[in-house]
């Protein structure tokens, strides 16, 4: 009988674990890390491999002991199964030194339990220094932020490394990497370095796009080694050129003016722009730069027009502002007045001063009632120039350079000449664009029969306000008086109205006027078209006030036909500050008046006897008597006595009353006349031009006497005898 006891030894397991100190994700992910385990005992205090084990543990096979070489990756572990309790075992790893730094093998002996074995590479690390220079005239650039990008080529890298500054020091809040990338910002003079960074990874180095630089690079690029990396960035300012050019628009660019030879002063200021985008002057920016110089940031210089100047090598980018003393005469216009100095484009400052124009009115204002005034021509003479000192005396000269139209006129050797007709009242010229500051001098021609007032003849052109040369021709005036003188006897025409008509012009006015006692006449007299009317009688006169002066007139009277009229001064001119007059003379038309006495009678005695006629006149004025004058008035053969005459006539005679007053009504009468029949013709009537007869024919009154013959008698031939 055989007994057979089998002894199996325990297994255990071996859990072989790679550990990683590193920011590098490759290290983790792609990395092969190689182990070697080996299997055996302590012999007298030296580790000897089991050279009887020769078998494969789960995929891992053992020879004389040990392992063929295992690989896991980063972060990752292999368990070996199967493994002889009580053996103990070794874990070695192959390792790069230069990249790692390793925390050693591993011992141990298989248990029950699972035997961990973890080895920890530790990455090693390097530097990376970023040094900035810059290279410009403009204290600007020298305290300007340039921005830069670290870029890693693991963008698993999101860290926070420490950094520090050109003296070791470090700055606060480090370099924060984010998905492999981050950012900082230097001045000129200055550097950063990243601490710690892990070997192996690569990195580029590049700065933000700055206009205005032409930017150079050392070691932009590489791999974090043990010993520093440095990036090295120069950025030289580009250069460029500014030139300021002066244009000049002036009619007053030759002659007395001189404006082509006019300096213009102008400054040019360098600087930068704050965050506003404000200008902000650079104090320290001086130097010579072509045609400027500058000292604290600004040139002053001189140009006249055409003319330009030139500053080069100016820093790009560089900002400038040009300005231009102002100048009172002109209006200045700029382009390119503010900017950017440009290595690619030149830049030009250019600026035209054009001289201010003005307005000068001419106006004209005639005040007269002739409407004739208003549609004639006045001229007018308009001198450009300027007021020259001459051994110490001071007189205007017209500037012959001024050959232009301005406005409504035409100017030669800077005089214009022109008519206006103030066909309204009033008239004006407008000349247009004429430059500021130039004097002027307006002067009316001679005005016959006017006076002639102004205001701003003389000035100076000005852009703000429009200059205003006003003439008032201001008609001469004079007096016309018309008188009437009446030569009557009738008392009536003392009270008749005589009609006047004055032709003046073709005036339209109503003119106050003064009678003969220098009293005003009620509402005046009025002219429509150049005529009035007015009535005076006998002893009147009128005096019409403010006439045109030299304005032809002509006074007529209405007719009238019981009057012969003389006249003096009816036609004629009226004279400045004169009282023209002119006098009518109205004399009664005057007749006879003749009495005849015819007597037809038998009667010797009739013959030679008196009759005795009375003529009574219809005007009891005529022959007024008084208790002083009882003379009466004789006309002719007759006198009468409060318009009354008596006369005796005897048979055939006549007798005549001469000049009587025509129109005068008369009645003649005769005394007593018994034992007549009385025939009379014309003994009421009118005294007319011709002669007026009267005749009375006393005819002397007759009987009838009837003789009667009575016959006594018986003869027949008696009764017939």
Excluded: W
Excluded at 103 to 118: E, R, Y
Excluded at 240 to 260: I, R, W
Aim: charged share 20%; net charge negative.
């Amino acid at each position: 009988t055989t007994c057979t006891i089998s002894n199996t030894r325990s297994t255990g397991r071996l859990q072989i674990s790679k550990a990683l100190v590193s920011d590098r994700s490759k290290d983790k992910t792609s990395e092969q890390y190689t182990f070697t385990v080996t299997l055996g005992n302590t012999v007298e205090g030296t580790f000897v491999a089991d050279e009887g084990i020769d078998k494969t543990y789960n995929n891992v096979t053992f020879n004389h002991g040990v392992s063929d070489p295992i690989s896991i990756t980063g972060e990752s572990s292999k368990v070996i199964t199967g493994l002889p309790q009580g053996i103990e075992y070794k874990v070695v790893e192959s390792v790069n030194s230069e990249k790692f730094t390793q925390s050693g093998d591993v011992t141990g002996i298989i248990g029950a339990t699972q035997s961990v074995a973890t080895i920890t590479n530790t990455r090693k690390s390097g530097n990376l220094k970023i040094t900035k220079q810059v290279v410009s005239a403009a204290a600007a650039d020298r305290d300007r932020l340039f921005n830069f990008a670290v870029k890693l080529d693991d963008s698993k890298i999101s860290k926070t490394y420490t950094l520090k500054d050109a003296a070791g020091e470090e700055v606060a809040g480090g370099i924060n990497f984010s998905g492999g990338t981050a950012t900082l910002s230097l001045k000129h003079g200055e550097s950063f370095t990243i601490v710690g960074l892990p070997t192996d990874v690569g990195y580029t180095v590049t700065e933000a796009s700055v206009s205005g630089f032409t930017a150079a690079s050392e070691g932009a690029s590489g791999t974090i080694a043990l010993t520093e990396s440095e990036a090295l960035f120069t950025n030289t300012r580009n250069v460029g050129k500014l030139t300021v050019k002066k244009s000049v628009a002036s009619d007053l660019s030759a002659g007395l003016f001189g404006d082509a030879e006019k300096r213009f002063s102008f400054t040019v200021q360098m600087g930068t722009l704050d965050a506003q985008n404000n200008f902000v002057l650079d104090g320290s920016f001086s130097g010579n730069y072509g045609d400027m110089t500058f000292a604290n940031g600004v040139a002053e210089l001189e140009l006249t027009g055409g003319g330009e100047i030139t500053a080069n090598n100016l820093p790009g980018d560089m900002r400038y502002v040009v300005s231009e003393t102002a100048d009172d005469d002109f209006n200045t216009t700029s382009i390119g007045a503010t900017g950017a100095i440009s290595a690619t484009r030149d830049a030009v400052a250019t600026f035209t001063n054009t001289r201010k124009t003005g307005k000068l009115i001419v106006s004209k204002t005639v005040e007269s009632d002739v409407s004739s005034d208003k549609s004639q021509q006045y001229s007018f003479t308009v001198n450009l120039g300027k007021t020259v000192e001459t051994d110490g005396v001071s007189e205007f000269v017209t500037d012959t350079s001024l050959n232009k139209r301005y406005g409504s006129a035409t100017f030669a050797e800077g005089k214009a000449t022109f008519t206006l007709r103030p066909s309204t009242g009033s008239a004006s010229i407008t000349l247009s664009n004429l430059p500021q500051g130039v004097e002027y001098q307006v002067v009316e021609g001679a005005v016959e029969h006017m006076t002639t007032t102004s205001s701003g003849d003389v000035g100076t052109i000005s852009a703000s306000e429009a200059s205003t040369a006003a003439f008032v021709n201001k008609r001469d005036t004079g007096n016309l008086k018309v008188s009437k003188e009446l030569v009557s006897d009738l008392t009536a025409d003392a009270n008749l109205p005589f009609t006047f008509t004055v032709k003046l012009g073709n005036v339209n006015k109503t003119y106050d006027a003064f009678d003969q006692d220098n009293n005003p006449v009620e509402n005046g007299v009025t002219f429509t078209n150049g005529t009035g009317t007015f009535t005076l009688k006998g002893g009147e006169s009128i005096c019409l006030q403010g006439v045109p002066a030299g304005l032809s007139y002509t006074v007529t009277e209405t007719a009238n036909n019981n009057f012969t009229t003389t006249k003096n001064g009816d036609k004629g001119a009226t004279v400045k500050d004169v009282t023209t007059t002119a006098t009518f003379t109205n004399t009664r038309k005057t007749g006879d008046l003749r009495l005849t006495k015819r007597v037809v009678s038998d009667l010797v005695g009739d013959a030679t006897k008196d009759y005795e006629l009375t003529v009574t006149l219809a005007d009891t004025n005529i022959g007024k008597t008084t208790e002083l004058d009882t003379a009466g008035k004789t006309y002719g053969g007759l006198t009468f006595k409060d318009g009354v005459a008596t006369v005796t006539l005897k048979k055939d005679e006549s007798i005549t009353a001469t000049d009587l007053p025509t129109t005068l009504g008369y009645t003649v009468t005769e005394g007593n006349v018994e034992g007549f029949t009385v025939a009379k013709s014309n003994d009421n009537g009118t005294i007319g031009t011709d002669r007026s007869d009267v005749v009375f024919t006393n005819t002397r009154n007759t009987g009838d006497l009837t003789v009667e013959k009575a016959l006594a008698s018986d003869l027949a031939e008696d009764a017939s005898q």
